[in-house]
């Protein structure tokens, strides 16, 4: 009996069988009350240490004092692509993370979360301005801290975070050698969005030496520097307008949770130097006093992911010893 039809016609079929019960599609935002997941506290959230809009959700909750219970779930930069995995996929179809859960139903998008999360949470006003003014400020800069669509890079200009995933590139190259290539794979067989574990991939087996000097990688990292710097001569502007010490003046309101995320990734990612040193005062004043609000030790700084850690010191190391690295990223 030949084998190799057996074994081919047996692979085939678990893979239809897989993508059968893997399947994947985009979703609104905001709150599903015909979905219910089993649970078992009023709130609950579902997240990644590293991913942005996780930090920014979870800077909400500990901002509104929320108790909630956490599941953990893998991003493919932290390990694997458990976001595409059957139970998560049930959860959120769309394979992302967060999922903010409330008594059973899922809120899905990050900007919808923390907007709904305020707005249930015990104390409605406390982290939205009184004053229309103040609030037209906040809701501008919610959306301006925001990651959507399914190429946030292309609409980098859009919105600060949407510059986000461009400018973690080297980041991610620099994550990449943690993470085993057959974790990668199994983005290529069931990922909704195959452009993303194809360039998981190409940064795995190209480095992150090339990526800085590579196209397409190099002129994404450069057209989301760009962007970037755009947005945060914004936030300067809006720092000075409002007179600070948060975006929309004296208190700390849902369009800070949501810069706490983009300027923890900016340090994270080694940009500091370029970004923020010796320019944009109000801005280096403005992150000074995010780093110290206690929500920033719990939310971001307890979640430390080692993965990222070795990460940032790959990008530190090599900048130091490579100088035309550092240059192809400043290019
Ligand atoms: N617009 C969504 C974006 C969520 C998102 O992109 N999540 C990323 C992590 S920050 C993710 O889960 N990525 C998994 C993947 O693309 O495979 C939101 O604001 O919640």
């Known amino acids: 009996m030949n084998v190799v039809p057996l074994a081919l016609g047996g692979l085939a079929g678990w893979y239809l069988w897989e993508r059968s019960h893997r399947r994947t599609h985009s979703i609104t935002g905001g709150l599903h009350p015909e979905i219910t997941l089993p649970h078992e506290q009023e709130w609950e959230l579902w997240h990644n240490e590293f991913s942005l809009c996780s930090k920014k959700m979870r800077v909400c909750l500990a901002e509104l004092g929320i108790p909630h219970a956490a599941h953990r779930v893998d991003l493919i930069e932290t390990g694997s692509y458990e976001t595409i995995s059957r139970a998560f996929l049930a959860v959120n179809p769309a394979g992302l993370v967060p999922v903010l859960v409330h008594r059973g139903h899922p809120v899905y998008e990050s900007h919808d979360q923390i907007t709904y999360a305020s707005e249930h949470s015990g104390d409605p006003g406390r982290l939205v301005p009184d004053d229309p003014r103040a609030r037209a400020v906040m809701d501008r800069w919610v959306h301006k801290g925001s990651l959507v669509g399914d190429d946030p890079p292309k609409a980098a200009r859009e919105t600060a975070g949407n510059a986000v995933p461009g400018l973690t590139m080297p980041l991610f190259a620099a994550m990449l050698p943690d993470v085993p290539v057959h974790r990668i794979l ?35 990292i450069r057209s989301s520097r760009l962007a970037m710097h755009g947005h945060l001569d914004d936030l300067e502007a809006t720092l000075g307008e ?36 010796d320019r944009r005062p109000c801005v280096q004043e403005y992150w000074r006093a ?42």
């Open 242 to 277: 409002t007179g600070g010490p948060w975006i929309t003046g004296a208190r700390f309101t849902l369009a800070d949770a949501g810069m706490m995320a983009i300027l923890d990734r900016i340090r994270e990612a080694d940009w500091e130097s370029e970004l923020l040193v």
């Open 186 to 220: 199994e983005g290529l067989l069931f990922h909704r969005l195959k452009m993303r574990p194809i360039g998981f991939l190409a940064m795995k087996v190209r480095g992150l030496r090339a990526v800085a000097t590579t196209e397409p990688f190099h002129s994404m």
């Open 290 to 331: 995010l780093k110290a609000r206690p929500s920033y030790a719990a939310a971001i700084a307890a979640h430390e992911h080692p993965t990222v850690v070795r990460g940032t010191e790959r990008i530190v190391a090599l900048k130091r010893s490579d100088p035309a690295f550092a240059a192809a990223l400043a290019s």
